[in-house]
């Protein structure tokens, strides 16, 4: 199996989204299955603040129940490929999106796993590992409620910059 690395130069959080609320463009980062029946687990979140002054960000990482429709490419800084540089490539890998012609919403499903990553984003870091372990966020298929999720920001973050990447491995 190979590991992939969504990246993210640069976002705004904004002032967050409620769930079943469509996120706004360029700030959030939507990881949407290749395929309707891969599967995808993300292996780690790292965020990084980049803010001028105190900034509490409250990020979730949950899946959509509205997915990316007609993903933008992504431009540089901003990349999504294979961690080491002698893997194979995916046919259809996960795409990895920041905006579309829809924008992604997360989903409001109380039955559906989300991953709180709570911190200042003046400065501040917040990084999470699951490698090989029993809670780590699974993709299925690339439709909506689990073939995608978003890392976003919640309602009552400060509007602020941060930096993120996703690593992730497609079985």
């Known amino acids: ?12 959080t904004g002032t967050g989204t409620a769930d079943a609320g469509a996120l706004t463009t360029l700030q959030y980062m939507e990881l949407q299955g290749g395929t309707t029946t891969q599967v995808s687990f993300v292996e780690e979140v790292y965020i990084g603040g980049q803010a001028t002054a105190s900034a509490p960000a409250i990020m979730l990482l949950g899946h959509d129940s509205t997915v990316v ?6 431009a540089t800084p901003n990349s ?8 194979g490539v995916l046919g ?5 999106a920041i905006t579309g012609s829809t924008q992604a919403q997360r989903s409001n499903s109380v039955t559906l796993i989300k991953k709180n ?5 003046f400065g501040g870091i917040v990084k999470a590992s699951y ?5 780590r966020f699974g993709i299925l298929g690339n439709t909506a409620s689990l073939g995608a999720v978003s890392l976003s920001a919640f309602t009552g973050t400060t ?10 491995e497609t079985m």
């Open 80 to 87: 999504n490929g294979p961690a080491n540089p002698s893997a």
């Open 131 to 135: 490698q090989n372990t029993q809670d």
């Open 92 to 96: 259809s890998p996960a795409i990895g």
């Open 159 to 168: 509007s602020s910059s941060v930096g993120a990447h996703i690593l992730y």
């Open 1 to 12: 199996m190979t590991v992939y690395s969504f990246m993210v130069g640069t976002f705004t």
């Open 117 to 121: 990553f709570t911190f200042n984003s």
């Open 69 to 74: 429709a007609t993903p933008v490419a992504l």
